[in-house]
């Protein structure tokens, strides 16, 4: 059986998970890495694995012969330009996660992936991703809101996006931001009391910042708490700390998250609850988990002649397996 010849364009830490999970999967395989900063790819890997330079992307679809790209740039501002111009060349899946831009992602991948013939699988991971897919469901067999909860954890769940945010405050050295969903927020969920929950009623924020020296900690305290949006809603707790705590103690990429959908049934009203909770050591390495299966959908999709932008909804899940029909339906059923 011939492998599905898998690019991995850009090299971050959903890059490295992206190369791992490839390592070992059984039908794809790595044809190479393409990278704006090439040099320092090469210095982290064997002379193994082709490295080359993203921006002609001709020459390494040319060379590499991929099926599928993974695009594993940042969703600000590498996917919104890199996806529609490597999707020219060759079909692609991604992991964009600003969700309130996510249909205008998708339009750009569809019109460009419909011109040149290409499969573009957009926005999954684990939300979006598995986690889109269990509100859908759980809206469509209960007809309820669905919930997400974060951070049901003792630690909580570490947003990277937040962590960035505190890094760009004057003063700050290093930062990250660990996110807790609040316990009675969930209870009342699963209570069948389909709250109207308003930004901070589900979760609170732990941050822990190593200040720069001579750094004025109370306007860093002052400024976190009133960033609009990303910490303004929510009661935030701030830990200030060294370096080495920072490194020793808060290494990692842990995360977690619940999707929560509470409903009733029949005349009766019996009661008929949903809940999806995944826990990851490692949320980049479990978001590129996510990204290889998608790139063997979008490889079989592309086998069939189909083209244009598809999501986790638009998949069937056979795609995304490496088990054939017959295993499906004698043990998965
Ligand atoms: N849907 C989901 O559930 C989900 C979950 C997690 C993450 N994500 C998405 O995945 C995206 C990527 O996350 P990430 O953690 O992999 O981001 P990242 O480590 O910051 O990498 C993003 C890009 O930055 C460049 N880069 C990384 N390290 C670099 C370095 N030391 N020097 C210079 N350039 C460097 C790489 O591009 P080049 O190789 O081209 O330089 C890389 O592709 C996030 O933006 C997020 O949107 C989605």
Not at 51 to 71: G, S
Not at 215 to 227: G, N, P, Q, Y
Request: aromatic share 8%.
């Amino acid at each position: 059986m011939n492998k599905i010849r898998a690019v991995i364009a850009g090299y971050g830490n959903v890059g490295r998970g992206v190369r791992q999970a490839l390592a070992r999967s059984r039908d794809l395989e790595l044809a190479g890495i393409v990278s704006r900063t090439p040099d320092r790819v090469k210095k982290e890997l064997d002379d193994a694995v082709p490295v080359m330079p993203i921006a002609d992307i001709p020459a390494w679809v040319a060379a590499l012969r991929p099926d599928v790209a993974i695009l594993c740039g940042g969703s600000k501002q590498d996917l919104p330009k890199q996806g529609p111009e490597l999707v020219k060349f060759v079909s692609t899946v991604d992991s964009f996660d600003n969700h309130s831009r996510l249909p205008e992602h998708f339009h750009a991948m569809d019109d460009a992936a419909k011109t040149s013939g290409h499969v573009a699988v957009i926005s999954t991971g684990w939300d979006p991703g598995i986690f889109s897919l269990e509100r859908t469901l759980a809206n469509a067999f209960l007809g309820v809101r669905a919930y997400g909860f974060y951070g049901m954890t003792a630690n909580g769940g570490l947003s990277m996006g937040h962590s960035d945010a505190l890094r760009t405050i004057e003063g700050v050295q290093d930062a990250r931001q660990y996110t807790h969903a609040i316990p009675e927020a969930v209870e009342r969920v699963r209570r069948g009391e389909n709250p109207d929950f308003q930004p901070g009623d589900m979760h609170t924020r732990e941050c822990f910042i190593v200040p720069k020296p001579g750094a004025d900690l109370d306007k860093i305290r002052e400024t976190v708490v009133s960033m609009p949006g990303y910490f303004a809603p929510y009661k935030t707790t701030i830990h200030f700390i060294t370096q080495d705590e920072l490194n020793s103690k808060y290494a990692g990429f842990p995360h977690d998250g619940l999707v929560i959908a509470s409903g009733k049934t029949g005349d009766a009203g019996h009661p008929a609850d949903i809940e999806y909770h995944c826990r990851w050591g490692s949320n980049p390495e479990a978001t590129a988990n996510v990204l290889v299966a998608h790139a063997r959908a979008a490889a079989r999709l592309s086998g069939e002649g189909r083209n244009g932008a598809f999501t986790i909804l638009s998949i069937p899940p056979a795609y995304l397996s490496p088990l054939d029909q017959e295993e499906l339906l004698a043990h998965w059923m």
